[in-house]
């Protein structure tokens, strides 16, 4: 069975989630003998066998970027010729699915790694342009042979969204993590050439500058944290300049307020692997403070890492992250106009902000809570098992 993997995102060139989630499962997947997987992505031209790369239309150069993506779809459409399913991932490749399921009259499955109408900020980014990447996104996901759900959290929003979608064909596929590259690794050379000493406890964050991920609720958080705790930040590709303003401005608050103790360290450029994986290894807590994540699979690499985690109470995450054993759950009530916003943007900053003051507080038990995370990515979120059960989905509509 051929079957053709569809993303904007795929190695060396990923920034999110969903192009981990895409790597890993491609790679998972060309382990089997029962499948030819071909990869069709964005960027530059990669040297992996099976694998395809399209740049950008030049005649569409100066376009909006939704209609920029819709302008690769069609290459990536076209190049799906002879393939026995389709699978793509996100908007930004949907469009191209659909595309090559009509044209090829072959199944199409989708993976919902998020969704555009808890996303209303895109249109920050986008402009008009958030109304045709929503266009793209229901338009896939009503035509689609089956959509593969991250958890069950997001299953009940591709229902809740799209309520056009039968919900027999919405399948609930855990995201994954492999647990031999995300280990444990000291490596304090690393820490302090990033600026941060591996003598000190941290609470590290990694994520992209979107309001998502909530990094300005968070170093709203972090006034409440003691100056010997460093605050770490892995924070890049900043969504709107006004909300990589507001970050700036709520960091250089945060350092003013420390004065001398410093330790608040911003890292803005992606860094490879094995530094995140040092930074995650000696840090005290992994905070997730996202008003929106489908599973959160960063929760994953720094359980992997054996790093307690604390992370807000909302969509996939409590399917992840076991309260009182691998971490701390933070509660919040959200506003449902998409948004995810706090109700009450205050109290969640508090609590939060108490959670991360009693894992770090308690080092004994935040090194157990590191450990039982680990034991739970190995055993629950394994790529193997996770590559079966997507099979089991192309098998069902193939």
């Excluded at 705790?229 to 303003?245: H, S």
């Excluded at 992840?320 to 919040?332: A, E, H, K, N």
């Amino acid at each position: 069975m051929r079957v053709d993997v569809l993303s904007k995102e795929y190695p060396p060139e990923i920034y999110g989630g969903a192009g981990v989630h895409v790597a890993e499962l491609v790679r998972a997947l060309r382990d089997r003998d029962d499948l030819e997987t071909h990869v069709h992505a964005f960027g530059a031209e990669r040297s992996e066998q099976l694998t395809s790369s399209y740049a950008d239309l030049a005649e569409l150069s100066a376009a909006n970027p939704a209609l920029r993506t819709m302008g690769v779809d069609l290459a990536m459409a076209d190049a799906c010729a002879g393939t026995d399913l389709v699978h793509s991932h996100t908007w930004y490749a949907n469009h191209a699915g659909h595309l090559a399921g009509l044209l090829h009259d072959v199944p199409h499955v989708v993976t919902a790694h998020s969704l555009e109408p808890l996303r209303p900020w895109k249109a920050e980014q986008l402009g008009g342009g958030y109304r045709l990447s929503s266009w793209v996104e229901r338009t896939a996901y009503e035509s689609a042979a089956a959509v593969i759900a991250v958890s069950a959290a997001m299953r009940e929003d591709v229902l809740r969204s799209y309520p056009a979608v039968d919900p027999a064909r919405v399948h609930t596929v855990h995201n994954g993590i492999d647990t031999s590259l995300w280990a444990p690794r000291p490596d304090e050379d690393a820490c302090r050439r990033l600026g941060v000493d591996p003598d000190r406890p941290s609470v590290v964050f990694v994520g992209r500058i979107t309001r998502q991920k909530g990094l300005p609720l968070f170093l709203r958080a972090c006034a409440a944290l003691p100056p010997e705790v460093q605050v770490v930040l892995c924070a890049g590709a900043p969504d709107t300049p006004e909300i990589l303003a507001e970050v700036e401005g709520l960091v250089a608050g945060l350092r003013e307020s420390r004065g001398d103790a410093g330790g608040v360290v911003w890292i803005p450029e992606m860094l490879p692997r094995a530094e995140v994986i040092a930074l995650l290894t000696q840090a005290t807590v992994f905070a997730c403070p996202s008003v929106y994540e489908p599973l959160g699979i960063v929760n994953l690499e720094a359980m992997a890492c054996e790093t307690a985690v604390v992370a807000t109470a909302t969509g996939g995450i409590p399917e992840v992250v076991v309260p009182g054993s691998t971490g701390v759950l933070v509660p919040i009530e959200q506003a449902t106009d998409g948004t995810g916003t706090p109700l009450d943007p205050e109290q969640y900053v508090a609590d939060f902000a108490e959670a991360m003051l009693r894992v770090v507080s308690d080092p004994d038990a935040a090194a157990a809570m590191g450990r039982a995370g680990r034991e739970r990515a190995i055993e629950s979120f394994g790529w193997p098992a996770i590559a079966e059960r997507t099979v089991e989905v192309y098998r069902s509509v193939g």
